[in-house]
């Protein structure tokens, strides 16, 4: 045998062993009888845990899951806020300027290296580069952490979203409970003026040092009113904490069960529920949109919104404000990506998903202002004032402004409940991406766990609802303030300068980008040199301009009025450095723990290079199979 080696030549080489095929007929065949070559055995074993670990089982379930995860919430209610506050359509040319150069080189990055491999964010870098192995345990950490405050909104809309089915709505108007004296309905304020106006003064407002400071009194609609006082029931501050609200913890159970029910059986199931959840919001946008641009000042609201004020684009705030909402729109370094991408066939052209969820995000989030200010220019016109008096984002948005907008509404019902099955949906697609990352970190740890996969997912949603009523509290709001803005912010942006220097300059772009080519086939020239000079500097530096940008930006979070305590402060910068901080130890531990007899630096250059578990995670790579005369199938 080892005559016929040497006088063989050679035919076909591994581009992930090295290992040579003779072109020897005789050999061939007894190869063949064989079955498999030396790395077999290891191939053999790898297709066992790959059967285990699962994959998608429809050829769109990738593509949809992938959509649904990066096209959420921050679509409707920020993206739109950002775009009026940044030149209005002028914001779209940094915008798409910051998808090319640093969203989608990170997303298809990411997607690539996972899909290659196989493996979630909490093995993958194990393998990848042994001395950052933290850099996946921090994804997870990331994952998780969002994961428990994410749920919380999703609770707030599953009651909105059954709440709207009252009869009138129940934050319709001033005379409730809840409400407190700086309640102000234009509706009340109207049907007492068209009756008599006096009435008006000495019923309606009955207080007479109100009434005649009214113009100095801040004026609170109802739907705020509601969600403060009624369904927040918000304390005075974090340090209050209160009591849990019984209804909140009800909808926080419901939330986590659908979470739950949605990936009891992994991808297999949460495949097939985003072909609804993903594409169910866009039939929602199209129609608040048509039924937005019929109602009266919905044009005010569409042209505050899109006219352009070129003169922003000298700012480096609009160029900032950009990139942070392009790299968090897309999430990359938070372990969605890489989770997602690691269940996908392994010649899965996961290049044209990129592009295509890249574009979709962009044209999503341009469509839904014109969803958000038709109906904010409507809401204006009804109160008689000016569209910038209304605007809003994030909760106040979902929870304050629509609601109150939906009052005025014909069929105000249908509309609120449409609306909050939208941010549902929403919502949900980005969920089950936060928790699937969190398990399948466990599993690819643990794999003997997989036999218990739905015990497993059982388990992480309870200790993500126990976890979350905190925020369910009376100081629940502060809690979700401080947790969201800490969580994924300077962590994320540290993690995504690793990895690309770790898969750039450290494993090599044009390695990587043979990797690349094994799955989706050879490329032109012109690919390999777009992408090698993007990872290597393009984006790396765009990410440091994110992360100087946030910290000159940096103010001590606050909600409204409210200022945090000291302590508060420092509580969510220990939740935002956790992940890097646990880097930081697994590095050093590493590094200690090597018994070899080599320097420091030899050791640290060594756990820096993948380990020899490191390989491509269709085995096939490593099985030749030959016909009867000798030729490779």
Known sequence: MEDRLKNAKPRHVSALTGTW??????????????????????????????????????????????????????????????????????????FTIMLVIAGLPLMFMELSIAQYAGLGPAVLFQRFSPLFQGVGVGMVLIAGTVMLYYNVILAWTLYYMLASFEEPLPWRGCDHAWTSKYCYSYEAENKCVSGNGTYYMRQCYANASLIANWTKVPKKPPAEEFFKNYVLRISPGIETTGNISVTLALSLLGAWLIVFL????????????????????YVVLVMLFVRGITLPGSYNGIMYYLEPDWEKLKSAQIWGDAAVQIFFALSPAWGGLLTLASYNKFSNNCYRDAIIVAISNILTSFFAGFVIFSILGFL???????????????????????????????????????????????????????METVVTGILDTFPKLRQWKMRVVFGVAVVGYVGGLVFITNSGMYWFQLVDKYAANWSVLLIAIIECVLIAWIYGSERFISNIEEMIGKRSLCFTYFWTFAWKFVTPITLMFILCFNWIQYKPVSYGKYVYPDWADIVGWLIGLLPMIVIVFTAFYKIVADTSDQSPVQIIGKLLKPTAEWKAAKSSLYRFEYDDNGIEI
């Open 380 to 434: 204006a016109h009804e109160l008689d004032t000016e569209v910038e008096s209304v605007i809003d984002q994030g909760a106040g948005l979902a929870f304050v402004v629509f609601p109150e907008m939906v009052t005025k509404l014909q069929m105000p019902m249908f509309w609120s409940v449409l609306f909050f099955f939208m941010l549902l949906t929403l919502g949900l697609d980005s969920q089950f991406t936060l």
């Open 21 to 94: 095929v003779a072109n020897n007929a005789a050999m061939q065949q007894q190869t063949r009888r064989m079955g498999l070559y030396e790395q077999d055995d290891d191939a053999q074993e790898q297709d066992e845990v790959l059967t285990k670990r699962g994959s998608w089982t429809g050829r769109f379930d990738f593509l949809l899951s992938l959509l649904g995860y990066s096209v959420g919430l921050g679509n409707v209610w920020r993206f739109p806020y950002l775009c009026y506050n940044n030149g209005g359509g002028a914001f779209l040319i940094p």
């Open 262 to 281: 949605c990936l009891c059986r992994g991808v297999k199931s949460s495949g097939k529920v985003v072909y609804f959840t993903a594409l169910f919001p």
